[in-house]
């Protein structure tokens, strides 16, 4: 191995094989399919999620490598989620924020479950600008459409479109026979939007946050729910981050008007009275790197039961 | 990346193949070679997650020349340049990631672009990518450029944007009118041939010219006088490949085996069709890229083998990041 890299040691140390941590007789199940974030780890791919209740997926977020997976997590545990994650049904997605690793993997969301028969329309529920975003990508990606709808293949002609749902404000987003969605807003740098969602079935309340900071408004989202996703960054080993800045107080000011520090979230956590909390999106920087660094810097706060998250683990 | 992996799902919509480990990155060339070829995506449109999406490097004296941006194109350059003891760290760095030639329009070769525009500049990247394509590039990129304005806008204008180089997120587009000569630095000549490739009008296959090696990266697509043009002796030719034996298994191109036959014909390469030319373009190394190897069980060589029945050079089944 190497001794240093560019884009840090985590790229390189996997982290160990996906868990199954949902209890028996739930119905509800959420997989964290993309762990992590901006650097280049192919051990964690983009942010990204799916809720699958009743045979249906809800995806959040579309991080690098969404595509594969979201098919890492179908082949996972003995495939027990792969008749809910098969193309035709990859239909529903949910934004929290408009940052390119949250939305680098929309064109394969776009277009690749259309190529495998996928006919309904994409579904895309996100901030102001999610429309836009999507109008570029459906004018990007024209010669590919084009090709496969009028060439030798002739594909179906509706499964590559999408349709955006632009949350306008705070609150209820979308409701059906499974689960309801609702959003709030948090402060991630100078996005006017930046939402976490609230997801509740009929045994379940999920939250899973935005990148960002806390707020009273946070507390009341996550109050009660059986599960909390949440970004979180280092305080311990900020210096060594590779982004924020040359020097400390650069990071400083920069990182946290995007980022929530440990002992905040153990906070809001605790405020909250989550009962688990799962970390995602992690932004930790221990030398040597070890992938339960930032865990272990939360624990000093919070005692509850909470887990690092890894790339197919299902809830 | 290596999965505690349970038996094969019987029957899960994607194939087998997704599920099969390949095993670990080789290094086939020399430690001090000047230029080395290579792959950060073996996989194809299949939802496969040991293997990212097409896309490949040609490295010169430490400079890479990306090609194609398939799904995990970003994650693939970093797993490419940690790999190998890190031989190709210092090459694979996001500074250096401003040049990148795109065969054709094909969404498995294109949706990892936003990923290659967008993530190198939060690590320092100052220089645009500058993207040499078909005609269609700059409609392809300029849009996606438009529609992640939300993410440019942010980076620049919030909090981190003192921190941020101005220009890293920027692009240059070149679009290739005709085959011939496209680029040339005092590493390396690039020149694009066009096969045909289904209903594009340009499909390119590039011949990347050193001082110590001749890499030719096929488009999709099927032989031609062009592409035979394009191989002439190369050192190594990375080609793309579809089974004939396990056609039958093939997951599109339509319900029954003669409209497979005859639209995946359209786009594709035949074993026996490759080993001819391999032989007759006198090429040193063949290497599978992009394989469409519908073996059932999977085996991760099948097609390989289906190429060797026919063709006694040096040839290979790549995975990511391998190295040649």
């Given at each position: 191995?190497?001794?240093?890299y ?13 868990r ?5 007789g ?7 399919a993309g ?14 999620a799916v ?5 249906t997926?809800y995806?959040?977020d ?12 179908a ?6 989620l792969?008749s809910a994650?098969?193309?035709?049904r990859?239909?529903r997605?949910f934004?929290?924020?408009l940052?390119s ?9 776009m277009l690749?479950?259309w ?8 579904e895309?529920?996100g ?8 109008a570029?990508?459906q004018e990007?990606?024209?010669a ?12 179906n002609?509706?499964g ?8 306008l404000e ?12 609702e959003a709030?807003?948090h402060q ?6 930046n939402?976490?969602?609230?997801f ?10 935005g ?12 109050r ?11 305080v311990?080993t ?5 982004w924020?800045?040359?020097?400390i107080?650069e990071?400083?000011r ?8 440990p002992?905040?979230?153990?906070e ?5 009275n ?21 865990l ?20 | ?13 994607a194939?087998?193949e997704?599920?099969v480990?390949p095993?670990?990155?080789r290094l086939f060339?020399q ?7 290579v792959?950060?995506?073996s996989?194809?449109v299949?939802?496969?997650p040991?293997r ?9 004296n430490k ?8 799904e ?8 490419a ?7 190709l ?7 250096k990631?401003?040049?990148?030639f ?8 294109t949706?990892?672009l ?5 993530l190198?500049?939060p690590?320092g990247r100052?220089?645009?990518?500058t ?6 590039t700059k409609?392809?990129?300029e849009?996606?450029?438009?529609g992640?304005?939300?993410?440019i ?9 003192e921190?941020?180089t ?5 692009t ?10 496209v ?8 020149e694009?041939f066009?096969?045909p ?8 296959t ?14 999709d ?12 002796n190369?050192?190594v ?10 056609l039958?298994?093939a997951?599109?191109?339509?319900s ?6 005859k ?6 390469m035949?074993?026996k ?14 290497v599978?890229?992009h ?7 999977y ?5 390989l083998?289906?190429?060797?029945r026919?063709y ?5 089944s790549?995975?990511?990041a391998?190295?040649f």
């Open positions: 191995m190497i001794n240093s560019w884009a840090g040691a985590e790229c390189w140390l996997d982290p160990g094989p996906p199954m941590f949902a209890p028996p739930i119905e509800t199940f959420v997989a964290v762990s992590g974030n901006v650097p280049p780890n192919p051990f964690r791919r983009g942010p990204s809720i699958v209740v009743n045979e997926p995806l959040i579309a991080g690098e490598g969404i595509w594969r997976s979201l098919i890492n997590v082949t996972a545990h003995d495939g027990f792969s994650l098969v193309p035709k990859m239909s997605l934004l929290t924020h940052h690793d949250h939305t680098a993997g929309l064109p394969s969301l690749f479950p190529t495998h028969g996928k006919t309904d329309p994409l895309v529920h901030p102001i600008g999610t429309e836009r975003l999507l570029g990508l990007a990606y024209h590919d459409l084009h090709e496969r709808l009028y060439g030798p293949e002739v594909k002609p509706t590559w479109k999408t349709v955006a749902h632009e949350i705070p609150g209820l987003v979308y409701e059906d026979d499974n689960i309801k969605v709030f807003h991630h740098g100078s996005f006017v939007q939402f976490g969602f609230r509740t079935t009929h045994d379940r309340v999920i939250v899973w946050s990148d960002g900071q806390v707020s009273d408004s946070f507390i009341e989202a996550a009660d729910a059986d599960l909390f996703f949440c970004e979180l960054h280092t311990d900020l210096p060594n981050a590779a924020g800045g040359d020097t107080e990071k400083n920069i990182i946290w008007s995007y980022h929530m520090k002992a905040e979230l153990a809001l956590a605790s405020k909250a989550v009962k688990k909390l799962v970390l995602i999106h992690e932004c930790g920087y221990i030398e040597p790197y070890n992938h339960e660094g930032l272990q810097e939360l624990k000093q706060f919070y005692d509850g039961e909470v887990i690092s998250s890894r790339d197919a683990d299902v809830f | 990346m290596s999965k505690n992996k349970q038996e094969i799902l019987p029957s899960f919509w194939g087998d997704v599920q480990d095993g670990p990155p060339a430690r001090d070679d000047k230029t080395f070829a792959v950060l995506g996989g194809a299949a939802p496969n040991y990212n999406g097409p896309a490949g490097a040609v490295v010169v400079q890479p020349y990306l090609i194609d941006a398939g995990g194109v970003w994650r693939g350059l970093a797993k340049g940690f790999e190998h003891g890190g031989l760290a210092d090459s694979l760095d996001p500074t990631f401003t040049k990148l795109l065969t054709h329009l094909h969404s498995d070769h949706v990892g936003a990923a290659l525009i967008f190198p500049w690590y100052s220089e645009p990518l993207i040499y394509g078909p005609i269609g409609r392809l990129v849009s996606i450029t438009e992640y304005h939300a993410d806008d942010e980076r620049l204008h919030g909090p981190e944007g921190a941020k101005r220009s890293g997120w920027k240059i587009v070149h679009e290739i009118a005709e085959q011939g000569q680029y040339e630095d005092e590493n390396v000549k690039v694009a066009h096969h490739h289904g209903s594009f009008k340009q499909n390119f590039y011949r990347f010219s050193s001082q110590d090696k001749t890499i030719v990266w096929s488009g697509g099927q032989v031609s006088d062009a592409f035979f043009e394009a191989s002439k190369a050192d030719l990375f080609c793309e490949l579809t089974t004939v034996d396990h039958s298994n997951i599109w191109g339509g029954s085996f003669e409209q497979k036959q639209i995946i014909w359209s786009y594709h035949k074993p069709e490759l080993a001819q030319f391999a032989l007759d373009a006198n090429v040193k190394k063949v599978l890229i394989e469409c190897n519908y073996s059932v069980p085996e991760n060589e099948a097609l083998e289906e190429l060797k026919d006694s050079g040096d040839a290979y790549s995975r990511d391998d190295v």
